[in-house]
């Protein structure tokens, strides 16, 4: 099985292209086998592997499934990544191109040298979602982004211990289907830090793609941004979120890295 190992800001993804063998793109599916190849030590070792498929009406169809196996509607950074990767397979122009996900059809571009996608307008937008605040912890919102996200305005995001807040909010009770969590806060530079603890991944993540839409979003509601956001990323890359408003709808664009680190081709799985 031939794969690309891809980056998106240190959000890490393996991809396989099944679009002339619908076998391959079975398996690949397969949570077990997500699972295997996601490992750390004894597989290839990524936060998700993404399924490029054959598609009637766009130029192809991307699936996403988590580390630990569970479908994603949605993933930014990985739309980031496949709109890089089906320009260089010369499956669809830099231009412009269009993919179906779970979480609708999104549209893509290299611009600048750089990916760039627009996403579904968000829905469910919470500014104050009613949880109970820390101390550090000034605002709590909730928007589905493609994927539910809980943004946490913070007055420092590198005091964050995530691996204990991160569990308690992501599993909590009133979130049915649970949420990616993401804490904010303001930065010198003029962008915002973020750090996310990602659903399916069950730890923190170097970035999210649609956590930096939510965030965008949510410090919009909150007046603390305009129509452009840069969100800085745990690994330290910038992701720059554009929201556009019409009467109806926001819509929300995010630009930020996609880079091919490496192809290979798995022997034993």
Not at 166 to 176: K, N, Q, V
Not at 196 to 201: D, I, K, L
Request: proline share 4%.
């Amino acid at each position: 099985m031939k794969f690309w190992k891809m980056s998106g800001s240190g959000n890490d993804f393996v991809f396989v292209d099944a679009r002339e063998d619908d076998l391959l793109g079975r398996r690949a599916a397969d949570p077990e086998f997500v699972r295997m190849i996601c490992a750390q030590h004894t597989g290839i070792g990524a936060d998700g592997l993404a399924i490029i498929q054959h598609a009637a009406a766009q130029d192809f169809t991307l699936s996403y499934l988590n580390r630990d196996g569970s479908v994603g509607e949605l993933c930014g950074n990985a739309s980031l990544c496949a709109t890089r990767l089906a320009v260089e397979l010369g499956i669809a122009d830099p231009a412009g191109l269009t993919f179906a996900t779970k979480a609708g059809v999104v549209r893509g571009r290299i611009r600048d040298g750089q990916p760039e996608v627009d996403l579904q307008s968000p829905t469910g937008l919470r500014p104050d979602a009613g949880f109970s605040k820390l101390l550090g912890e000034t605002r709590i919102g909730l928007v589905n982004t493609g994927v539910p996200h809980l943004v946490v305005r913070t007055e420092d995001a590198n005091l964050v211990e995530l691996s204990v807040r991160g569990p308690e909010l992501r599993y909590h009770e009133s979130l049915p289907a649970g949420a990616n969590v993401n804490w904010v806060s303001p930065s010198t530079d003029g962008a915002w830090r973020m750090r996310t603890y990602e659903r399916g991944v069950e730890a923190e993540t170097l970035a999210c793609g649609t956590g930096a839409v939510a965030c965008a979003v949510l410090l919009a509601a909150w007046g603390e941004v305009g129509e452009i956001a840069r969100l800085q990323s745990r690994s330290g890359h910038i992701l720059t979120v554009t929201l556009r408003k019409t009467p109806e709808e926001l819509l929300p664009s995010l630009a930020g890295e996609g880079r091919l680190v490496f192809e290979g081709v798995l022997n034993e799985g």
